[in-house]
């Protein structure tokens, strides 16, 4: 029978099978003739059945391990009980087959297609090829197909789809995609093994690159004949000394004689009576090869064989670098760690999101003019200049990482370059074939301080640049060296950016400066930056550091590239960064100096997306993209921000609008057509308004904190308690309804409090919690356990509002204070009772407001009380008649609320189900809100840019903390507080029904 084969003696291979039943039936019970039977299946079904593994070691996450029976990976996992064992007849099997499958440490292109669990009087097999297609092969078990025996034979059809090894079927067809994650998880899995076996991670990670290397330039046939290597190292597989020979190449391809040949020699395993075979190197190995010699591998061939196995089956030569790179970078900087600092990975289609605005629109476009130059002599010739001009084009990613940024550049570019000399080639006018390919790898430069990394970047664009080469070639028809020519190797340095002078780090650069700059702004991994940050950024912004402590790590990026830009106006730069950078302090502290200092303002923009992984499988993080430059008067790009989905995730990017807006301004929080001066925070509302504070900040602990059913267990056992526990009020407890309780312990004179036993040691352990504290104030206020660190209880009614709330809700919802009652630090209080400012306060102006100033964090919207409230421009002080509507029409929206008690106010905002009569309401509120400004406007769009013409009026002739100016607005309220918090002054409320319970708040 021709192995492999199993239509060409389907007889046979039927025949076998039949015998193999009848062979099980009679005598084959005991585990021990696992192989035997296992062998004799794929036999029958033409596999090799030396391509797999019997008893496959499996580990799973909980510590414990297994085996599994058989694993032919991509193709079959095998389970075996002995016959007649109970196991088998109750599933149990089946469960341990699965769970192995589902553990399997591989990816997902080696997933068997089939489990097959057997007695071997009976087989049953699952067909996991549809959970593998839409990826739910850790959660799909489908229906077994069963065997006895007896009908062994049907096997051959069921599994006719394995008798070509190598090959799926075309459900499972495999694209450069999967092959791609399918290497970046082999290498990534090396890299762990060598890592726990005492190589270092710097190490491990040029190991593997060289690896990576070798493997893509054999399939690319860089090395002479196509597939050379693969064919030596398959030959010293069978003499165990795979990793023999290949370090025996590593250290050839690294010392100086190899680079002056360039050539290596290796032992022709497969024909003792050829001397040897010769690999030619192209330019650029040694960077990668020479300079730091590795120590052996400290793995066996047996442990090396799986990875051994699966690259050699892996067809490199269709991989995509830059997703194989990006996965690469991510799982050996990321093994049981956070992910490196701006190390996100995403398919190039992000990266054109920011490449596209910054450099190849604008040359495609001005590519597609030249085209229609109806002159021909005139078009040839500005064509061929044009050409010249992509081959000077300079590049630089200050934080380059894996490299993906400058290889989508390059990419892209050669395309271009591409479309350039095919229009040249119709006309008869070619280049020389050595000015054919001016884009040249040594046109793009990056800086990082991992020395991984600086490797990785480089391989990525070698690999890139190969392979547009051989689009070039294909295309035109013309045969081009293989491999970068001398002295066009990408320039990367290995070191920190925010220390190095961009403008003297490149030798190749000196009296040039780099058209772009480009990349991902990296950001500190927690909520501040680390002490290593913070020196970075000291170093960047000198003696205004100690102003700008606040500022994020990304904003260094930012300001270093603005520096550079100040004396190199032509150069662009585009950032994507983390979204915190358009939010919070940050605009204002970064885009204000930058706008006044330097002249630079932003030119396009994309607001929040989700910056997803490679696989799209979670986002890492939600980015923003912001492209700037010199000042000038061409419209600027704004792509608006994705709408979020039911669940609140922030928009998927497939969702993220195409086409921009063209708008006149783009200030440091991406708002549109307004001042490019951001918001600044301030201390004191701008407007003559009541003021904004937050509510009670115990740091207790949690001691003084309560459920319901706690309270209740506590008071049963202390009953003289009871008096002083008060309803606790956060963000969710007000939202949602909920029940928390406090015990206020300040409240209790010291003669009730020595019978209180209980509550005496929750104070005792208040004290403890203090004492512990790092903050020197915390630890003061140990001597007095029962004061809050921050208290304010309002003496009557206020206006409230939630600290956060998600961005999905189109208004926050805005309360009255209940009495009794004590409301978070996350709460903010106002210090008004009048319905005119709670109107106001509710409208969808001020949300307007709060969105362009502060922005929202992730998806959740903030009342940050210096840059949202204290900065809001109020309208100017109405007539009375028009605050009595506002009034009325504020008392609506209560009334809507009070109508559904039953429904918490998450619930009755909830945009997918807020009753019609609330959202009416509210739409009256904001048409009159909207009046009292003396526009029509009909967006929030339309509300921000507004707002910010009169914020910038208001603030131009006022500083900081002065009383304002007479155009200023003065604004009135009733009631105010003269001592706020203060018990004992207890308002007359004005006639507005706030005397009555406000229903649906709690």
Known sequence: MAPNNVSAAGDSARLQLRQLGEWASRGCKSKAQTPVFIYSVLQALGRNPFEGRLRHLVRFADGTQAYADFFLPGVLLVGTKAAGSPDFRNGKADDQAFRCARNLHCGRWDLP???????????????????????????????????????????????????????????????????SIAAAELLASLHAQLVGRGFSEEQA????????????????????????????????????????????????????????RGQVSLPCLWDAEQPGIVLNLPFGTDRLFAGQPLPPVPLSETEAAPFLDACLALDWSGIVPTLLGTNLFLRIRSEGRPLPVGGHGTDDSGRLWLERPLFLDGLTAEFDAIRNIGDRKWRLQKMMQFHVRLGNLTFLDPACGSGAFLAVALRELRRLEL????????????????????????????????????????????????????????????????????????????????????????????????????????????????QEQKEDMCHVFGKDFGQ??????????FWLAARYMQSSPKTRTAFAAEHSITIGRNPAMLWNRIHGLMDQSILFARRKFAWKDARRREHR?????????????????????????????????????????????????????????????????????????????????????FTTQERDAFLGDEPGAAPYFRRWVGSREYLHGTECWCLRAADIEEDVLAGLPRTRERIEAVRSFRLQSRAPRIRSEAAMPAQFHATNIPAGPCIVLPGNTTGRRQYAPVGMTQPA????????????????????????????????????????????TPLVYNTFPWPEPPAEEQKDRIRALAQAVLDARAAHPGKSLAELYDPESMPDELREAHAALDRAVIGLYGETWSSEEEI??????????????????????????????LPRFSLWGMDGLTPRLPEHGLSKAVPGLF
């Not at 959660?139 to 090959?167: H, N």
């Not at 700008?548 to 990026?557: E, F």
């Open 113 to 179: 297609q089939f489990i097959m669990v057997s007695d071997f009087r009976h087989i049953r097999v699952y067909d996991m090829r549809p959970a593998l297609e839409d990826d739910t092969f850790l959660v799909a078990r489908p229906e077994p197909v069963c065997f006895d025996a007896k009908d062994f034979e049907a096997l051959l059809d069921l599994f006719a789809p394995l008798a070509t090894p190598g090959k799926r079927t075309a459900v499972m067809a495999r694209d450069a995609d999967e092959v």
């Open 205 to 260: 990670g040029l190991f593997v690159l060289r690896v990576l290397f070798c493997l893509f330039a054999d399939a690319a046939g860089l090395f002479g004949e196509r597939g050379i290597l693969v064919r030596c190292l398959a030959a010293a597989r069978k003499r165990g000394s795979a990793l023999v020979i290949l370090q025996l190449l590593f250290e050839e391809m690294g010392s100086p004689a190899a680079a002056t």
């Open 419 to 530: 479309e350039v000399l095919a229009a040249l080639a119709d006309a008869g006018r070619l280049p020389e074939p050595a000015e054919l390919c001016r884009v040249r790898p040594c046109a793009f430069h990056g800086m990082d301080k991992d020395p991984i990394a600086a490797a990785m970047t480089r391989t990525v664009l070698f690999m890139t640049d190969h392979l547009c080469t051989v689009e070039l070639s294909e295309r035109l028809g013309i045969a081009l060296p293989d491999g970068p020519m001398a002295g066009s190797e990408a320039v990367i340095l290995e070191g920190n950016a925010l220390r190095l002078d961009w403008k003297t780090a490149f030798e190749d650069m000196a009296g040039k400066s780099f058209d772009y700059i480009m990349g991902f702004a990296p950001h500190a991994r927690g909520l501040s930056p680390s």
């Open 548 to 557: 700008l402590g606040r500022m994020s790590y990304t904003s260094a990026w």
């Open 621 to 705: 993080v939600h980015a923003v993209i912001i492209g700037f430059g010199a000042d000038s008067s061409e419209p600027r790009l704004l792509w608006m921000e994705p709408q979020a989905d039911a669940a609140g995730s922030g928009g998927d990017p497939s969702s993220v609008q195409e086409e921009p807006v063209r708008v006149s301004s783009i200030s440091g929080r991406l708002a549109a057509d307004v001042s490019p001066v951001c918001v600044k925070e301030r201390d004191r509302p701008l407007c003559d308004v009541p003021e904004i504070r937050m509510g009670n900040h115990p740091v207790d602990g949690g001691h003084y904190f």
């Open 821 to 864: 009652m004590l409301y978070s630090n996350n709460m903010k209080l106002v210090r008004s009772s009048d319905l005119y400012d709670f109107g106001v306060l509710q409208s969808s102006v001020f949300m307007a407001w709060g969105r362009s100033a502060a922005g929202s964090r992730k998806n959740r919207f903030e009342f940050d």
């Open 944 to 973: 921000a840019a507004g707002l910010f013409g009169r914020y910038a009026a208001l603030v131009r002739g006022r500083a900081v903390g002065k009383p304002a100016p007479d155009e200023q607005c003065q604004h009135k309220c």
